[in-house]
Protein backbone atom coordinates (compact mmCIF):
# COMPACT_ATOMS: atom_id res chain seq x y z
CA UNK A 1 0.00 0.00 0.00
CA UNK A 2 1.31 3.52 -0.16
CA UNK A 3 -0.16 6.83 1.45
CA UNK A 4 -2.22 8.09 -1.80
CA UNK A 5 -3.47 4.65 -2.40
CA UNK A 6 -4.68 4.75 1.22
CA UNK A 7 -6.49 8.09 0.98
CA UNK A 8 -7.21 7.80 -2.65
CA UNK A 9 -11.00 8.75 -1.52
CA UNK A 10 -10.30 11.24 0.39
CA UNK A 11 -7.84 13.59 -0.50
CA UNK A 12 -4.30 14.00 -2.09
CA UNK A 13 -0.99 13.20 -0.17
CA UNK A 14 2.05 15.07 -1.28
CA UNK A 15 5.53 16.39 -0.35
CA UNK A 16 7.43 19.39 -0.72
CA UNK A 17 10.63 18.24 -2.88
CA UNK A 18 14.17 20.23 -3.55
CA UNK A 19 16.01 20.34 -6.34
CA UNK A 20 18.21 17.51 -4.29
CA UNK A 21 15.35 15.04 -4.45
CA UNK A 22 13.48 15.40 -7.34
CA UNK A 23 17.12 14.43 -9.06
CA UNK A 24 16.84 10.64 -9.89
CA UNK A 25 20.09 9.96 -9.14
CA UNK A 26 18.52 10.03 -5.74
CA UNK A 27 17.08 7.11 -5.78
CA UNK A 28 15.93 6.25 -2.67
CA UNK A 29 14.17 9.60 -2.25
CA UNK A 30 12.56 9.42 -5.80
CA UNK A 31 11.15 6.25 -5.36
CA UNK A 32 9.54 7.10 -2.26
CA UNK A 33 7.95 10.40 -4.17
CA UNK A 34 6.69 8.60 -7.02
CA UNK A 35 5.29 5.40 -4.68
CA UNK A 36 3.75 7.34 -1.72
CA UNK A 37 2.95 10.77 -2.99
CA UNK A 38 0.08 11.77 -6.16
CA UNK A 39 1.27 16.04 -5.77
CA UNK A 40 4.20 17.94 -5.14
CA UNK A 41 5.53 21.28 -3.79
CA UNK A 42 8.45 23.48 -4.56
CA UNK A 43 10.22 23.27 -1.24
CA UNK A 44 11.97 26.92 -2.39
CA UNK A 45 12.45 26.70 -6.18
CA UNK A 46 9.86 29.09 -6.97
CA UNK A 47 10.57 31.60 -4.48
CA UNK A 48 10.94 35.17 -5.20
CA UNK A 49 14.52 35.25 -4.43
CA UNK A 50 14.81 32.32 -6.47
CA UNK A 51 13.19 32.47 -9.67
CA UNK A 52 13.10 36.42 -10.07
CA UNK A 53 17.07 37.56 -8.17
CA UNK A 54 16.87 40.58 -9.44
CA UNK A 55 15.13 43.07 -11.35
CA UNK A 56 15.57 41.73 -14.97
CA UNK A 57 16.21 38.53 -14.26
CA UNK A 58 14.43 35.64 -13.93
CA UNK A 59 16.05 32.09 -13.34
CA UNK A 60 13.79 29.09 -14.61
CA UNK A 61 16.11 26.07 -14.69
CA UNK A 62 15.34 24.98 -11.46
CA UNK A 63 11.74 25.69 -11.30
CA UNK A 64 11.15 23.83 -14.61
CA UNK A 65 12.96 21.00 -13.83
CA UNK A 66 10.50 20.97 -10.82
CA UNK A 67 7.53 21.28 -13.12
CA UNK A 68 8.51 18.71 -15.73
CA UNK A 69 9.01 16.21 -12.96
CA UNK A 70 5.54 16.98 -11.80
CA UNK A 71 4.56 16.22 -15.62
CA UNK A 72 6.38 13.16 -15.81
CA UNK A 73 5.29 11.87 -12.74
CA UNK A 74 1.67 12.54 -13.21
CA UNK A 75 1.54 14.44 -10.01
CA UNK A 76 -0.78 17.66 -9.08
CA UNK A 77 1.96 20.14 -9.07
CA UNK A 78 1.51 22.92 -6.73
CA UNK A 79 3.09 25.99 -7.07
CA UNK A 80 4.23 27.82 -4.18
CA UNK A 81 4.62 31.34 -3.44
CA UNK A 82 3.85 34.21 -5.46
CA UNK A 83 3.93 37.19 -2.30
CA UNK A 84 5.27 36.67 0.37
CA UNK A 85 7.22 38.92 2.82
CA UNK A 86 9.98 36.35 3.24
CA UNK A 87 12.57 34.85 0.89
CA UNK A 88 12.17 38.26 -1.32
CA UNK A 89 14.65 40.49 -1.78
CA UNK A 90 14.89 43.70 -0.47
CA UNK A 91 15.13 45.27 -4.12
CA UNK A 92 12.09 43.96 -5.04
CA UNK A 93 10.85 47.01 -2.57
CA UNK A 94 13.09 49.59 -3.51
CA UNK A 95 14.57 52.26 -6.30
CA UNK A 96 17.82 52.28 -7.87
CA UNK A 97 19.00 54.36 -4.85
CA UNK A 98 17.51 51.76 -2.44
CA UNK A 99 14.19 54.34 -1.49
CA UNK A 100 11.16 52.65 -1.35
CA UNK A 101 8.68 52.77 -4.72
CA UNK A 102 5.42 54.16 -5.26
CA UNK A 103 2.23 51.55 -4.79
CA UNK A 104 1.79 51.46 -8.51
CA UNK A 105 5.82 50.40 -9.03
CA UNK A 106 5.48 48.13 -7.11
CA UNK A 107 1.81 47.27 -8.18
CA UNK A 108 3.53 46.77 -11.63
CA UNK A 109 6.45 44.76 -10.18
CA UNK A 110 4.00 41.96 -8.66
CA UNK A 111 1.85 41.86 -11.82
CA UNK A 112 5.25 41.20 -13.97
CA UNK A 113 6.53 38.72 -11.47
CA UNK A 114 2.76 36.75 -11.46
CA UNK A 115 2.15 37.36 -14.88
CA UNK A 116 5.53 36.14 -15.90
CA UNK A 117 5.45 33.03 -13.78
CA UNK A 118 1.89 31.56 -13.52
CA UNK A 119 1.54 32.35 -17.29
CA UNK A 120 5.03 29.90 -18.16
CA UNK A 121 3.68 27.03 -16.42
CA UNK A 122 -0.26 27.61 -17.21
CA UNK A 123 -2.11 24.33 -17.19
CA UNK A 124 1.19 22.64 -15.77
CA UNK A 125 0.63 23.51 -11.93
CA UNK A 126 -2.51 23.20 -10.73
CA UNK A 127 -2.95 25.34 -8.08
CA UNK A 128 -0.43 28.25 -6.95
CA UNK A 129 0.01 29.51 -3.12
CA UNK A 130 -0.86 33.23 -4.06
CA UNK A 131 -0.04 34.97 -1.11
CA UNK A 132 1.80 33.22 1.72
CA UNK A 133 1.53 34.43 5.52
CA UNK A 134 -0.10 37.53 5.33
CA UNK A 135 -1.87 37.69 8.88
CA UNK A 136 -0.34 38.41 12.61
CA UNK A 137 -1.27 36.08 15.30
CA UNK A 138 -4.63 38.14 16.10
CA UNK A 139 -5.87 37.51 13.03
CA UNK A 140 -5.05 41.30 11.79
CA UNK A 141 -2.81 42.48 8.36
CA UNK A 142 0.91 41.49 8.75
CA UNK A 143 2.90 45.12 8.52
CA UNK A 144 5.22 43.84 5.68
CA UNK A 145 6.06 46.16 3.20
CA UNK A 146 3.92 44.42 0.36
CA UNK A 147 1.15 46.26 2.85
CA UNK A 148 3.26 49.54 3.57
CA UNK A 149 3.52 50.15 -0.09
CA UNK A 150 0.58 49.15 -1.71
CA UNK A 151 -2.26 48.99 0.95
CA UNK A 152 -4.73 46.27 2.54
CA UNK A 153 -5.67 45.44 -1.31
CA UNK A 154 -2.07 44.21 -2.03
CA UNK A 155 -3.49 40.68 -1.74
CA UNK A 156 -6.50 41.12 -4.26
CA UNK A 157 -3.82 42.44 -6.33
CA UNK A 158 -1.94 39.19 -6.01
CA UNK A 159 -5.00 37.02 -6.32
CA UNK A 160 -6.64 38.72 -9.23
CA UNK A 161 -3.40 38.86 -11.43
CA UNK A 162 -2.85 34.75 -10.78
CA UNK A 163 -6.49 34.53 -12.03
CA UNK A 164 -5.25 36.47 -15.55
CA UNK A 165 -2.26 34.51 -15.90
CA UNK A 166 -4.16 30.98 -15.40
CA UNK A 167 -7.86 31.40 -15.09
CA UNK A 168 -8.01 27.05 -14.65
CA UNK A 169 -5.54 27.29 -11.93
CA UNK A 170 -6.45 26.83 -8.38
CA UNK A 171 -5.79 29.81 -6.09
CA UNK A 172 -4.59 29.57 -2.67
CA UNK A 173 -4.28 31.46 0.63
CA UNK A 174 -1.77 29.94 2.73
CA UNK A 175 -0.52 30.47 6.55
CA UNK A 176 0.80 29.04 9.87
CA UNK A 177 -1.00 28.54 12.99
CA UNK A 178 -4.34 28.99 10.99
CA UNK A 179 -5.72 26.63 13.88
CA UNK A 180 -5.38 29.88 16.58
CA UNK A 181 -9.20 30.94 16.83
CA UNK A 182 -7.90 34.74 16.03
CA UNK A 183 -6.02 33.33 13.49
CA UNK A 184 -8.28 31.57 11.45
CA UNK A 185 -11.15 34.08 12.35
CA UNK A 186 -8.41 36.59 10.25
CA UNK A 187 -8.11 34.20 7.46
CA UNK A 188 -12.00 34.03 7.37
CA UNK A 189 -12.38 37.29 7.16
CA UNK A 190 -9.78 37.96 4.44
CA UNK A 191 -11.17 34.92 2.37
CA UNK A 192 -15.02 36.78 2.44
CA UNK A 193 -13.62 40.02 1.65
CA UNK A 194 -12.07 38.41 -1.24
CA UNK A 195 -15.24 36.48 -2.14
CA UNK A 196 -17.72 39.10 -1.68
CA UNK A 197 -15.64 41.17 -3.89
CA UNK A 198 -15.39 38.46 -6.74
CA UNK A 199 -11.81 37.71 -6.21
CA UNK A 200 -10.99 33.90 -7.14
CA UNK A 201 -10.17 32.03 -3.82
CA UNK A 202 -10.57 27.97 -3.96
CA UNK A 203 -8.90 26.90 -0.59
CA UNK A 204 -7.00 27.99 2.31
CA UNK A 205 -3.86 26.33 2.71
CA UNK A 206 -2.75 25.40 6.95
CA UNK A 207 0.58 25.12 6.66
CA UNK A 208 0.84 22.53 9.66
CA UNK A 209 4.56 22.74 11.10
CA UNK A 210 3.22 21.36 14.03
CA UNK A 211 4.92 19.52 17.36
CA UNK A 212 3.46 16.62 20.13
CA UNK A 213 1.54 19.50 21.83
CA UNK A 214 0.40 21.75 19.08
CA UNK A 215 -2.01 22.63 18.06
CA UNK A 216 -4.65 21.71 20.25
CA UNK A 217 -7.01 19.21 17.91
CA UNK A 218 -10.42 20.63 18.01
CA UNK A 219 -9.37 24.04 17.59
CA UNK A 220 -7.81 22.27 14.28
CA UNK A 221 -11.01 20.68 13.99
CA UNK A 222 -13.24 24.34 14.73
CA UNK A 223 -10.94 26.00 11.78
CA UNK A 224 -11.76 23.44 9.27
CA UNK A 225 -15.15 23.86 10.17
CA UNK A 226 -14.71 27.50 10.10
CA UNK A 227 -13.36 27.36 6.70
CA UNK A 228 -15.86 24.77 5.45
CA UNK A 229 -18.65 27.88 6.20
CA UNK A 230 -16.94 29.77 3.03
CA UNK A 231 -17.43 27.30 0.81
CA UNK A 232 -14.20 26.22 0.11
CA UNK A 233 -11.59 23.85 0.63
CA UNK A 234 -8.74 23.39 3.04
CA UNK A 235 -5.37 21.75 2.92
CA UNK A 236 -2.77 21.23 5.21
CA UNK A 237 0.12 22.24 2.84
CA UNK A 238 3.44 21.76 5.26
CA UNK A 239 2.80 18.97 7.68
CA UNK A 240 5.58 18.03 10.00
CA UNK A 241 5.77 17.27 13.25
CA UNK A 242 8.38 17.94 15.61
CA UNK A 243 9.58 15.50 18.96
CA UNK A 244 11.65 18.65 20.04
CA UNK A 245 10.76 21.23 22.66
CA UNK A 246 9.90 25.07 21.02
CA UNK A 247 12.82 27.29 22.60
CA UNK A 248 11.74 30.46 24.42
CA UNK A 249 12.34 33.20 22.27
CA UNK A 250 15.93 34.07 23.66
CA UNK A 251 16.86 30.32 22.88
CA UNK A 252 15.61 31.69 19.04
CA UNK A 253 18.52 32.78 17.89
CA UNK A 254 20.91 31.10 19.49
CA UNK A 255 23.33 28.03 17.44
CA UNK A 256 22.98 24.89 20.02
CA UNK A 257 25.98 23.58 18.49
CA UNK A 258 28.11 26.45 19.94
CA UNK A 259 26.46 25.57 23.66
CA UNK A 260 26.40 22.31 25.57
CA UNK A 261 23.92 22.95 27.72
CA UNK A 262 21.29 24.23 25.42
CA UNK A 263 22.36 21.42 23.10
CA UNK A 264 21.70 18.78 25.46
CA UNK A 265 17.93 20.70 26.75
CA UNK A 266 17.03 21.05 22.99
CA UNK A 267 18.22 18.46 21.32
CA UNK A 268 17.67 15.56 23.52
CA UNK A 269 17.82 12.88 21.18
CA UNK A 270 20.83 13.48 18.81
CA UNK A 271 21.36 9.66 18.44
CA UNK A 272 18.20 8.39 17.87
CA UNK A 273 14.57 8.77 18.99
CA UNK A 274 13.91 6.35 22.51
CA UNK A 275 10.78 4.10 21.78
CA UNK A 276 8.82 6.14 24.04
CA UNK A 277 9.15 9.66 21.55
CA UNK A 278 8.32 7.34 18.57
CA UNK A 279 5.14 6.21 20.52
CA UNK A 280 3.89 9.60 20.87
CA UNK A 281 4.97 10.49 17.12
CA UNK A 282 2.73 7.78 16.11
CA UNK A 283 -0.12 8.82 18.29
CA UNK A 284 0.56 12.23 16.85
CA UNK A 285 0.63 11.61 13.31
CA UNK A 286 -2.80 9.02 13.95
CA UNK A 287 -4.84 11.41 15.35
CA UNK A 288 -3.81 13.98 13.21
CA UNK A 289 -4.92 11.70 10.33
CA UNK A 290 -7.95 10.66 12.34
CA UNK A 291 -8.63 14.22 12.14
CA UNK A 292 -8.33 15.04 8.76
CA UNK A 293 -10.60 11.91 7.90
CA UNK A 294 -13.42 12.91 10.04
CA UNK A 295 -12.90 16.45 7.90
CA UNK A 296 -12.19 14.69 4.37
CA UNK A 297 -15.31 16.36 3.37
CA UNK A 298 -13.57 20.03 3.72
CA UNK A 299 -10.41 18.19 2.78
CA UNK A 300 -9.06 18.42 -0.32
CA UNK A 301 -4.60 17.62 0.18
CA UNK A 302 -2.60 16.74 3.20
CA UNK A 303 1.16 17.66 2.07
CA UNK A 304 4.09 16.96 3.83
CA UNK A 305 7.23 19.57 4.74
CA UNK A 306 9.83 17.24 3.16
CA UNK A 307 10.57 13.75 2.70
CA UNK A 308 12.17 12.18 5.41
CA UNK A 309 13.83 13.51 8.45
CA UNK A 310 17.16 14.21 7.11
CA UNK A 311 16.05 16.83 4.84
CA UNK A 312 13.20 18.35 6.66
CA UNK A 313 13.49 22.23 7.91
CA UNK A 314 12.81 21.26 11.33
CA UNK A 315 16.21 20.33 11.77
CA UNK A 316 17.34 23.84 11.21
CA UNK A 317 14.00 25.69 13.02
CA UNK A 318 13.06 27.01 14.93
CA UNK A 319 16.62 26.48 16.32
CA UNK A 320 19.64 25.73 14.04
CA UNK A 321 21.91 22.19 13.93
CA UNK A 322 19.00 19.91 15.60
CA UNK A 323 18.71 16.17 15.21
CA UNK A 324 14.37 16.50 14.42
CA UNK A 325 12.28 13.25 13.54
CA UNK A 326 9.60 14.93 12.50
CA UNK A 327 8.28 13.58 9.07
CA UNK A 328 7.16 9.57 8.34
CA UNK A 329 10.17 8.21 6.62
CA UNK A 330 13.15 8.09 8.76
CA UNK A 331 17.34 9.16 7.63
CA UNK A 332 17.45 5.99 5.39
CA UNK A 333 14.11 6.18 3.96
CA UNK A 334 12.74 3.79 5.71
CA UNK A 335 9.04 3.94 6.50
CA UNK A 336 8.99 4.76 10.65
CA UNK A 337 6.45 3.46 12.97
CA UNK A 338 4.49 6.30 12.87
CA UNK A 339 3.81 5.83 8.75
CA UNK A 340 2.17 2.32 9.87
CA UNK A 341 0.33 4.29 12.01
CA UNK A 342 -1.16 6.11 10.01
CA UNK A 343 -1.52 3.59 7.05
CA UNK A 344 -3.40 1.68 9.47
CA UNK A 345 -6.15 4.03 9.81
CA UNK A 346 -9.39 2.60 8.54
C1 LIG B 1 11.28 26.83 4.40
C2 LIG B 1 12.20 25.82 3.71
O1 LIG B 1 11.81 24.53 4.08
C3 LIG B 1 13.62 26.08 4.07
O2 LIG B 1 14.49 25.24 3.30
C4 LIG B 1 13.99 27.54 3.84
O3 LIG B 1 15.29 27.78 4.30
C5 LIG B 1 13.01 28.46 4.56
O4 LIG B 1 11.70 28.15 4.14
N1 LIG B 1 6.59 28.39 5.66
C6 LIG B 1 6.63 28.28 4.28
C7 LIG B 1 7.76 27.56 3.64
O5 LIG B 1 5.68 28.70 3.61
O6 LIG B 1 8.09 28.11 2.40
C8 LIG B 1 8.97 27.50 4.53
O7 LIG B 1 9.96 26.69 3.91
C9 LIG B 1 8.61 27.01 5.90
C10 LIG B 1 7.62 27.92 6.56
Redesign the pocket.
Known amino acids: SSLKAHFNKQFLVGSAINAQQAKKTNKDTHAIIIAQFNTITP??EMKWERIHPKPDKYEFSLSDEYVNYGLTNNMFTIG??LVWHS?TPDWVFEDAQGKPISRLALLARMKDHIHTIVSRYKGKIKGWDVV??ALNEDGSLRDSKWRQIIGDDFIEKAFTYAHEADPNAELYY?D?NLYKPDKSAGAARLIKSLQDKGIPVHAVGL?G?YSLTHPDLSELDEALTLFSTLGIQSMIT?LDVSVLPFPSEAEQGADISQDLDLQKALNPFPNGLPQKQQDALSARYRALFSLFLKQQNHLSRVTF?GVNDANS?RNNWPMLDRTDYPLLFDRTNRAKAAYDAVIALP
Do not use: K
Open positions: ENHTQNENYQHEWW
